[in-house]
């Protein structure tokens, strides 16, 4: 798979999934290099006037600035509480629509946007199907900056393999909170929900990458083709 | 009771688990008005040369400069990621030795601290006893700034009545980490475990004040003496 194929399944994703998108919602906006895909498609659909009266609460400060670029209008979580609809990426998904999150280490803001929404549509290419999460991605961990090492050795403890995600000038890349990220390794993960239970017990650990029982739907594009996946209720 | 009379309780039951302390001990240094009295007395066997080599992690800014003047030896948890001992205060204590903590704001890092002691002692006047958590004191819930409304409305959702802490000058009151603070007053609370569970699911929360079977240790300092609780195990 080139890299221009992967460029052009981001945008098929992003442009499916914003084909959901009607005038008059509340958006979350999530953050990512697909997620740039959907914030053009949406925007086009503003300046064509196939959608009005939209208001989007972005992820993070990056998909803030592009999304100002953009003309589309932003409000906070707390102008409104619960949002209609929210497009996002993610790292890996299994067959259960449960992802792993957090690569651009947005994921704190993410999951508590996830959380707010009626529906999360996921939009990937197809290289992030697995059917075991940790298979081909670590479980991102922001952490309190008083409780890595701590954290460091409780994730060492259950079986993980930590690195701490570095900034490219050498030190600890901190996120938009403060807080510094673990890449946790655990391979594949037989039981995501025991997992995200110990993670969410650790009061050190102010977010994790394990979104679980939150997408709705995911959008997958590939050389296939474009596959829509909806979670069995 | 007299407020000289907490002073007293809150005095005598913080010399009794400063009792506990040995030295080459590294120590969890707890918030509050209680917690100064332990720092006090720390600081005197130390200046006595009763106690050698200690070495104190404190849980807020507040404890750090009281401990700063009264000359005890601080550490960050990242330098000692395991702690011997903890002392500190609790808002309420029940029967199974569960705790409401957070009135000084301080919830975070004291949760922390705590999973990472090997054992934590609660120091507290008789006032804070109480066969339920919940009957005396609200629960105090740390979340991040961008949540705050969606959070109240969760915490509502719950059956909670909530209040966001103010600082004096009006403004919400920030903690240590940016966040604030919403007190959650559900009156007796039937099942904490469920509680904590709902809570530490909560992506927009970041902590919270109830602190389950972490106290190995209670003492209580009332009228009728002093009672020291252990936890059955």
């Known amino acids: 798979m ?28 999530g953050t990512g290099s697909t997620v740039r895909f ?13 959608l009005e009266r939209i208001e ?16 589309i209008p932003l409000i906070t979580l707390n102008d409104r509480p619960m949002l209609d609809l929210t497009i996002d990426g993610a790292d890996e998904v299994d067959d259960d629509l449960n992802l792993i999150k957090g690569g651009g280490g947005a994921l704190l803001r993410e999951k508590i946007v996830a959380q707010a929404s009626s529906r999360n549509i996921i ?21 309190h900056a008083t409780a890595w090492k701590g954290e460091t050795d409780f994730l060492a403890s259950i079986g993980g ?5 570095m900034a490219p000038s050498g030190v600890p890349q901190k996120t938009d909170n403060g807080n510094v990220i673990l890449d946790a390794d655990f391979g594949p993960i037989a039981n995501p929900h025991d997992l995200n239970h ?4 650790r009061a050190g650990i102010m977010a994790h990458g394990l979104f679980l029982w939150l997408a709705a739907d995911v959008i997958v594009a590939g050389k296939d083709g474009i596959r829509h996946l909806t979670k069995n209720v």
């Not at 959907?38 to 196939?50: F, K, P, S, T, Y």
């Not at 393999?161 to 995600?165: E, H, K, P």
Request: net charge positive; hydrophobic share 40%.
């Open 56 to 71: 989007g609460v972005p992820t993070s400060i990056q998909t803030e600035h592009r999304a100002r670029e953009l003309g």
């Open 123 to 143: 939009i990937v290419d197809h290289s992030k199907c697995s059917s075991r999460l940790g298979t081909h991605w670590p479980v991102p961990v922001e952490v």
């Open 2 to 29: 080139s890299e221009s194929d992967v460029i052009r399944f981001k945008q098929q994703a992003a442009e499916r999934a914003v084909a959901f998108v009607s005038s008059g919602m509340t958006l979350g906006l």
């Open 198 to 201: 110990q993670l969410n017990n």
């Open 161 to 165: 393999r930590i690195s701490m995600r």
């Open 38 to 50: 959907a914030l053009e498609a949406i925007a086009r659909r503003l300046h064509q006037g196939d």
